[in-house]
């Protein structure tokens, strides 16, 4: 099957190939509306950073999405949540997430606890599969992108899905503004 945006050899339902997903995504999307659209492509592993990917498969940065892991806190309390925006933007982290997340404080997870507490590859975070009840932020520019491509869970692979598909994932709320 073609994948319908940029330049790779072949995609496949993702579902069936958990080669190239994390077992988390997979778990995620047999449960998940709409997972028959949501493909896979193989990627080089040491091109998973967006620039040099985007550049190497032809993929415009308006149809690449990010998924970061924020950590907000307020006391002694820490909330995890994912933050999904385009390439093109940066999530606003310390207006509207921390705002979402009623954290006094808020920033990027440490590599190390985004990777344990997700179970995915860092830099192949992605908003299908992440724990349950983190809160996931999504703006709304990547729900009104036609195809947008993002991780995979794992470093190697991405997925390629239509934009409004990542609304009905668990926990999901869509903020307009939230990418910056």
């Known amino acids: 099957m073609k994948s319908p945006i940029g330049n790779f050899a072949e995609a496949w339902r993702a579902i069936d190939r958990p080669d190239l997903v994390a077992p988390a995504v997979t778990h995620a999307l047999s449960g998940l509306d709409g997972a028959e659209q949501v493909l896979v492509v193989d990627t080089d592993p040491d091109l998973a950073d967006t620039a040099n990917f985007c550049a190497a498969y032809a993929v415009p940065l308006e149809a690449s999405a990010n998924c970061?892991?924020?950590?907000?806190?307020?006391g002694e309390t820490m909330k995890l949540a994912g933050c999904v925006v385009l390439a093109t933007t940066r999530a606003d982290v310390n207006g509207l997430v921390r705002k979402h997340l009623d954290a006094r404080k808020a920033s990027f997870?440490?590599?190390?606890?985004?990777?344990?507490?997700t179970g995915m590859e860092y830099g192949g975070i992605t908003p299908i599969g992440l724990p349950a009840?983190?809160?996931l932020l999504i703006?709304?520019?990547?729900?009104?992108?036609?195809?947008?491509?993002?991780?995979s869970g794992r470093r190697r692979g991405k997925l390629v899905l239509p934009?409004?598909?990542?609304?009905?994932?668990?926990?999901?709320?869509?903020?307009p503004g939230l990418g910056v």
């Open 68 to 74: 970061v892991v924020v950590a907000g806190k307020r």
């Open 163 to 175: 934009g409004k598909l990542l609304a009905g994932v668990a926990d999901a709320v869509v903020l």
């Open 109 to 117: 997870a440490p590599m190390d606890t985004a990777v344990a507490e």
């Open 139 to 151: 703006d709304a520019a990547v729900v009104d992108t036609p195809f947008v491509i993002i991780g």
């Open 133 to 135: 009840g983190w809160p």
